[in-house]
């Protein structure tokens, strides 16, 4: 990306970071090591972005790695909501919420990547 661009442009960037550092946060309290694999993908799309956001390989990265983390993030979303009424509410109600944020971002990232071909 180019210096002059600003925040506003980098924040496609910025979101995959904290999205894979979210990702290795949940890996690291307990998560399955298989969710590697989304901080891993979130990360390469954070640095293409960065360092190469005209490349041929960039877009579909950062378009596949959004669908993918929504995908994941809809699942555990679901799985949090069925905690409901199992006496586990405060623990449904904060990864709910989490999650409820973090597939936010993903529509975003992946609405953004979208646009981002079609211009």
Known sequence: MKSGQGVTAMAPAILYF??????????ATGGG??????????LASGVFLVAWA?????????????AFGLVLTLYQ???????????LD???EI???LFGVLAVVYLYLLFTGVRKKSD
């Not at 090591?33 to 989304?38: C, P």
């Not at 979303?77 to 006496?87: E, H, I, M, Q, R």
């Open 77 to 87: 979303l679901y799985v949090a909501l069925t905690l409901f009424g199992t006496g």
């Open 95 to 97: 990864t709910g919420a």
């Open 33 to 42: 090591i298989l969710l590697f694999w989304a901080a891993l993908s979130c």
């Open 90 to 92: 405060p623990v449904a």
């Open 18 to 27: 904290v999205a894979g550092v979210f990702w290795i946060g949940v890996v």
């Open 54 to 66: 005209s490349s041929w390989v960039t877009r579909p990265l950062a378009s596949a790695t959004a």
